[in-house]
Every structure is written in C-alpha cells, then in structure tokens.
C-alpha cells in the first residue's frame, strides 16, 4: 500500500455507511409494527459483532491468541479495516429473520459470525498462508469471506426459523407482505451504493491497489439496476421497484470478488448478470423454495456472492483457455469450501438455539409486532395504522 | 495536485452523498403517492447517467473514441471524479418532472445529459483546450457545466411536460402542493449539504487547490439559509421551510464556480445574495411564469448557477477595474454558451419525446400516483392516507 | 501530524455527519406537529453556529483580532476543522428545548456558543499557550470543551424554558411523550455513529496522532449500546429502545477525552460504564429533577463529558499511582472550569431572553404543534395524524 496508512481507516470509517444504509432499508422493508425493533436490532447485531470480533474474531483471524490492543505487532488500521469488513459480511442476517424472532437469542449470530465464521472465512482466504490463498483464490472484497457466509448463514438462519405467519397459503401460493416504508427503504439502498465505495476502496488498498475498482463499482450496480428494471418490466408488466433495488444491490456483491481486477467493460456485464440472477433467485427462493427473507439478502448476498467468484474466474485476464478453466475451478473450489463452512457453523447454532430458548415469537407477540410485544413501543404513534393488512397474492 | 491521487476517489466517493440526499428531499417533496417511484426514478436516473457517461460521454468529454477502460491515457481516478460530477450535473430533471411523466420515457433525461449535453459543457470549460477555458472562463466545481445545464435541463422539460393537474387555478393563481413528508425533504437537505463539502474539494483538487474551499462551502450555505429564512420571514411573516432550504441549497450552488478562489467574506456575500434571489425566483418561475418545478431544482440549479458565474467575476481579485468587468464579460459569455448548449439540446430532447412516445402519465394515473399506476405499489401501506387534499391557494 | 493537510479537511467533512444524524433524531424524537419545525431549527442553528464562528469566535480562539481570511497565519484546515468541532459542541441544544420554544430568540443560542463559550473554552484546553493546558488537561476531541458545554448550555436552556405542557403530573409522577418516529430517531442515531469516527480521527490528528482512536470509538459505542440494553432490561423488563441509544451515544462521548490514548481494553470499560450512568441519568434527570429534555442531550453529552475527562484521568497509563490521582485531579479541574464557564454564560443568555423577549410558545401554539404556529406547514399532509395523545405514565 503506498497510500498513507490512515487512508485505509477512512475509507473503512465510509463502509460503515452500507451499515446504517441497511438499517433504513431492513426498518423499511418491515411492517410499522416491527420498524423501531428492526432498527434496533441492526443497532445491537453491531455491537455485538464488534465486541467478539474484539474479543476473539481477531485472534481466530491473525493465529494471534489475545484481544485487540494485546496482539504482538497489530497493524491497527488494518485491524479496524477488518472490523467494519466484518460488519459487512455479519448484515443479511437480521433481515433475513426480520419480523418473527425473539430478540436476545438473534444476538448470538453476530457474536457466531464475527467471532468465528467470518474470521475463519477471512483467515483462509486473505491471510498469505491461509490454504485457499496458497491455492490461487481471489477474492478481493470478500465475496466469499462476507457476502456468501453471511447470505447463508441468513439462509440458514430463514429456513430454521420458519416462515412469518400468513406468508404462505395452503396451496402451496405466496403472498408478498410490503415493507411499511418504500421510501424509507430506497433510500437505504442509496446509501448502501454510496458506503459500498469506500468498502470497495478499502478492500482494494488491502489486497490489490487497484484505481479501476471505484468506476467498476458505479458500472456493475448501475447495469445490475438496469438490467433488473427491465427483467421486472418483461415479467410482471410493470418497473418492479424491491425487485429493482435486488438488482441493484446484487450488482454490488456482483463486483467485491474481482474488484478493480477486471476491466470496466467486464464489470458492467458482470454487474448486469446478476441483474438477472438476483432478482431471479429472490423470486424462487420465495415463491419455489417457500423461503421466507424479507430483505431478500440470501439472494443478494449468497447468490451475488457466489456469482461474483465465478465471475472473477470468467473475466481475469489470463493467457490461454486452460489456465481460465483452472482459475475458474480454483475460483469454485473456494467458494464451496466457505460455503460448507458457513451453512455448518451456522446452522448448528441455529438449529441449537431453535431446540432450547427458541428462536420464534410467540404467535401472539408475532401478530402484535415485536415494537409493542418485546418494546413496549409504538414506531409511529402519531399516525393511524392499519394492523391487519390483506396481502398482495404472488403466483409463479 | 500535489495530494495522493486516491483522495481524488475518496472526495468522489463522499460527493455522491449529494445524490442520496437529493432522494430523500425529491421523495419528500412528492405527495405520498409518488414517493415510492421518486426515489426509483432517482436511483435509475443515476444508473442510466453512469452508463452513458461510461459508453460515451467520456470520450465526447476527451475526444478519445473509446469507452472508459478502452482509452489511452485515462487518469482513472480523475475519470471517475468526472462520472460523479455527471451524476451531480444530472439531478435536477427529475425533481422538476415529478409527480406527472412516465417512468421510461424520461430515462433518455439522464442519457442525453450524461452522454452528451454535460460532457460537451465540461470538455469547453475544463478541457485545457477548451475553447471557453482558453478565453478565460473560469469555472471551479462546475456552475456552468453542471448547475446551469442541469437547471436549464429542468426547465425545459417542466415547460415542455406541463404542470400537474390541479396545480394553477383559471384566474391565474397557483396553489401550493405540499410534499408529504417534510422531515424527509429537510434531512436530504442536510445530507445534501454534508455532500457539497467533498464534491467541492474534489472539484478543486483537479482544477486548482484551494485550502479555503471546505470553509467558503459552509459560509455560502449558512448566509444563504439565514438570509432566506430573514427574507420569507419578512415577506410571509413566517420562517417559511422551503424557502428556506432552496436558499441554503442556492447558497451552496452559488460557490461553485468560484470554490476556495474568492475570500470567506466574499463567499459570505455571495451566499447572502443567493439568499435573496434563489427563493425569490422559486415563487416568481411558479406564481408569475406557471412554471411547475416541484423540486424547485430549475431556480436552484440554473439561477443559482448563473450568479456563481457572476458572483465569481465581480469577487475574483484582479488589479483595476478594467480587468475586472473583461473578466465578468468574459465570465457571462461562457455562461451564455453553456446555456444556450443546455436549452437547445434538452429541448429538441423533450419536444421529440412529448410529439413521438409522450411524456405525461395519463390523467387516471396523475390522479391514481405513478406508485400505484405505474408500480403496482404503494409506498406507505400500513398508514392511513388521504388521497384529495385542499391546496393551499399562494397570492402574489 | 504526518498526514497530508487536506486529510483533516477531508475528516471534518465526514464528521458533519453528527450534526446530519442529529437532525434526524431530533426530528424522531419530537411529536409529528414539532417534527418539520425540529430540522429547520437543526439546520439554522448549524448555520449562525458557522456565522458566529467566522465572524468573532475564531477570533476569541485564537486571539487574533479579525474574521476568518482576514487573519494573520491561519492553517485553514485547522480552521474548517474547528468550525466543524464547534457545531457538534453546540449541537445538544436545540434537541434540549424541542417542541416548546419559539423560533428566533433561540439562535441567540448557538451564536453564543459558537461565538464566545465553545471558543473560549477550546483556547483553555486546546491552544499549547491555554491555561488549562499548560495545567496538564489532556482532552483530545473535545469532552469538555464541546460535549460539556453543549449539555449543560442544553441544561440551563431547558431548566429557564421549563417543561413541556403535560409532560409532569401533579402529583410529581412523569408522563413519556414519544416521538413520533423511532424508526427516524434510530437511523439518525446510525449516522451519528458513522460520523464520530471522522469526527475523532480529525480530532486526533490535531492533537496526537492516535492509530487506535477509530477502534476504540466503535469499541465504547458497543459496549455502552449492549449495557445499556441489558440494564434497561433488568430494570424496566424489556430491551427499552430510546435508553439503549442513550447508551450508545453515550458510549461514543465518553471516549471523546482519551481518543486513541488509552487501550482497546480500557475503552470497552470506559463504554461499559457510559452504558449505566448515561441511561441512568436520563431518567433521574427525568422523573426526580424534572428537567423536560426531549433528545436526552443533557445526559449524552454533560454526563458523558464529564465521564470522560476522569474516565481519561483513570485509564491514562502512568508510572505510579501518586501521578494518576494527581493527574485524575488535574481531569477534574478542567471538568470543573468549563462546566462554570458553559452555565455561568448559558444561563445569563436564556434568562436574559426568558425575561425580554421571551423562550416559550405561547401554550395554544405548543398545543397545535411549532409546525402549524410558526411556519404554517403540517409535516406529513397526506396521512392521519392524531394529535392528542395519551401519553405513557412513568414511575420512579
């Protein structure tokens, strides 16, 4: 790194805007009975992310067996770097399990996540003798070490805990519950677009100093959101707006594999596949798989993810069709091995916590919210609210 | 410039929070039908801009055939600075078009300014062998270039668009619309302000480095909202809010062109007079011209910009008087030029537009909001709304 | 400092976003009819904090007798950072005296405070020639000279103003008065959080470049919001939401003393604790004192300054224990000598108003909301409100 130091540090201190971008739009896509929980759960998956990355993550990442300020030679800009990049990768959770969920078990997936997962994650793939970086993975922003860890463990996470009530019907249909707020969740993606630059950046000056990785980031979110606004319009007859932002935010997760690795060009083409798949796939995971993640993040981040490392294979410029062909299964390799890690680890903590203190809420607390059930708050109490809402009916 | 070239990226990075905030202020200036799509049509209004500047607008702006990532000798941080600038350029249009266009006509809004209108301006005004730079024209941040073709952009497609329905009255008054949410109006606002500092930094690393600039930016805003909030206060007998917020916003166009140049008093009185003339000609362009900018981006960005043009010339410090008004000369013609670029091309654009596809929703639609008509969505579900409101009657 | 000059400019710029969060959780907090009235105060306050700045408190900072650019040796990036420190130390009032006061008298309030107060105490503690400093005070960002002042001018302010109608039964018991979005007020409490580390890095670099100061601030903000919600669910049987964040920006002012100069360890403590007595304070302040203080700004930032500067006088490393006590001391009397200095020239202003021209609405305009009284604006037009509410009694 040839910049100053402190450069990386505020670049970091950037990426904690996708952090509090996701809390307006996780509120946002929730009803107005759970949007002052939601938030408030973002808030606490943070800090509790924080603290066992403090307390342990770090050590489980550097081999380095003390906490943060204790460890033999920190770089601390690269610690604090790794941080926030932990806080990146710990988000889909809380909305994948938003609107359902009792709060203090939910905090054991970030302490889970960033004490352990995401560290080992980061240990294989970013440390020079981590085994998947002897063995040729690139991975410059963490779509495998984040983005597919953290869109599967809120898979798992989604799928242990079950469905909201009232989500799916008998005969096996879909309903689609709306957020209380598209506005307000819109522009969370705006602000998740504007910190995913200097978490790009920061990334970037760690692993790969890399000019392009500024304009590739505006390309790939900026096709992701076109292809996607079209692929809504040609499916459902109209510029579906959450479907759009899925695009969007897809193409973001579409580009943390390669970075500025790859060319302009590629990076808008990249970004526009996954304004296909990710929309694509939020569509089945609902409507086929009857996986119920309100913010969508399992397809944002797990398939963005897993696209993105592909994508990196396909489109890093190498000599000839063998060494392609091998990037691209060294490339797969990596991806699988983080993907088994991060659906074990989490899963078992999951499935844990389902068969002791529960995960779900009680049906009643569900129906009441969880601002009024576990908060004793009303998010809105100068306005009149409807509790009950007939849901929009989806079909395949 | 004498800093890392990546604090060029980082200042970019920071001046799209400008965009962000533009969301919020447009969606909560819009009526709670329109909010939803507000903030999409923002959001894909951007994507489209970045494309075309990508595809295009680059090598209109360098005379270098090539997209960006096919060119010789791209500076790529100053490249993606540019794109940034392009996205700020291209803001004002769909504020001033709300609540009544299609959705998909006016994305060729975006692809027009972003390929060609602006980069044309900026390859005159900042290219070194621009032809309004070699005559002297001295333009920091893009007054011209951006704030005047933008705001002319506006202009034109609100006059060519036509106002929304119920908006002037048969006897010549106009009636206030009011946004439904004028909380979400005024932290865009703040967020808007908050931008303007790494944008105007950014601007003036790559032109000429100015250390006054971050101080004359919050100067500007500060007397341009203290003497807007005296002045309707005056005229209203009340602190009026928007007019308010569009003579701090006046105030921060109103330096744009001379940044860190001039001194801090005489970006106080630039700022001041901005005050004055900014709202004045909001409530002139709706209640005598019938002008119907919900935004109030048109006085904004081209007034606003027009004076920064202006304001730069009479504050430059220069020798005797006689050099002096050759340089306001030379200042006005270049903002003449860009004007005349802007309303030419913006208004073949939006006539070709209104006669071949059309531009305005159909009447049901206006009436029904482009959530619901338009996105099968309504941006609030869980709140009890009104759909009919009274209008406030304003008199001249 | 080593760093480039513009990398402070370029952290203040990113710290301006404390004063972005603040307005909209000050807008949160207040009912819907305060809730447009709440972010134009915000935002005029901000701007004659910078007016009086430039025109007469740099001035009193320095000792050098003229405007900001008039003035003989200024670092001007030394100078914006200052201007942008001074607007969060000014920042607690206007949430202190929310939904109650009238418009004008109350900018007298940051003019003092970014004129005279703020500045005088920053030239005790800040400049090497103060007397405060050469007594050995060591505060980095400002505990004292920003977050004390500013949460006792908030204390004074709210005492002279007296409390909102309804908020105190007769029989002494306290009614809670929520505000009318807790999804606003807890994004704005996000965004806080991502401008303190900008905020505390610039701070830093000023005063002694400090490598741990960006991962203890996340590490005390942490653990203040994680002990905060556990005491508030020991106490009140749920995770209460507003004294959860009162723990986290508490969390965040108590490590503003010590910045990067104590471990990661001790900011953890240092946090920890900010998360019992920050919250606690609220409400003793609340029910025993009766002080009516809207955003909790008093505790935040006069309790949590105060913490501070003896939380730095106990964690600082020293080599016996004779020098910590006296350096402890030594904290204590800065504490001591600005908190004299923010009442004494705080309530001379608000009494002085109180008993000319008057702080207080009269009681029908605080009824109908500032919104509708003093700007003639209704914040969310287009939904049901309900304006009298039943407010939630609290017991000791």
């Known amino acids: 790194m040839d910049a100053p130091p402190i450069l990386l540090t505020i670049l970091a201190c950037g990426a904690l805007l996708v952090r509090v971008g ?35 993550g770090m050590a489980v990442l550097g081999g380095n067996w003390a906490i943060i300020g204790q460890q033999r030679g920190e770089v601390y800009e690269r610690v604090f770097a790794l941080m926030v990049f932990v806080l990146i990768g710990a988000a889909p959770v809380t909305g994948a399990i938003a609107e359902r969920c009792k709060f203090f078990p939910m905090l054991l997936a970030p302490a889970l996540l960033g004490g352990v997962v995401i560290p080992i994650a980061a240990r294989w793939i970013w440390n020079t003798n981590g085994w998947l970086a002897k063995f040729g993975v690139i991975d410059v922003a963490g779509a495998s070490a984040l983005h597919v860890v953290g869109g599967l463990a809120a898979g798992s996470a989604a799928i242990i805990a079950g469905a909201r009530s009232g989500k799916y019907n008998r005969d096996g249909s879909s309903n689609l519950i709306p957020g209380h707020s598209v506005p307000m969740a819109s522009v969370g993606v705006m602000l998740m677009l504007a910190g995913w630059l200097p978490y790009m950046l920061a990334a970037s000056l760690m692993h790969s100093a890399a000019e392009l990785v500024a304009i590739n980031v505006l390309l790939a979110a900026s096709a992701g959101a076109i292809v996607a606004v079209i692929v809504s319009h040609i499916r459902y007859g109209k510029p579906d707006i959450m479907l759009t932002y899925s695009g969007l935010l897809g193409g973001l997760v579409s580009i943390t594999a390669a970075g500025g690795l790859i060319s302009p060009l590629a990076a808008v083409i990249t970004g526009a596949i996954a304004g296909v798949i990710v929309p694509t796939a939020t569509v089945v995971l609902d409507m086929l798989w009857h996986i119920d993640d309100p913010a969508g993040g399992i397809a944002i981040h797990a398939v963005g993810g897993a696209w993105a490392m592909i994508a990196m294979g396909i489109f890093k410029p190498v000599e000839t069709w063998g060494e392609k062909f091998r990037f691209l299964g060294v490339q797969i390799v990596g991806l699988l091995a ?57 079909q395949v």
Not at 32 to 38: L, M, P, R, S, V
Request: net charge negative; proline share 1%; glycine share 6%.
């Open 22 to 56: 996701l809390g307006w739009y996780v509120s946002g896509i929730c009803r107005a009975k759970n949007a002052a929980g939601a938030v408030l759960r973002n808030i606490i998956d943070l800090a509790v992310a924080v603290i066992a990355f403090w307390a342990v």
């Open 338 to 394: 983080i993907a088994a890690l991060a659906i074990v680890l989490s899963s078992i903590l999951f499935l844990v916590l389902k068969m002791t203190i529960g995960l779900r809420l009680h049906e009643d607390a569900e129906y009441d919210g969880a601002d009024l059930a576990e908060h004793d708050v009303n998010a809105y109490p100068d306005f009149s609210q409807s509790m009950i809402k007939s849901y929009h009916l989806r």
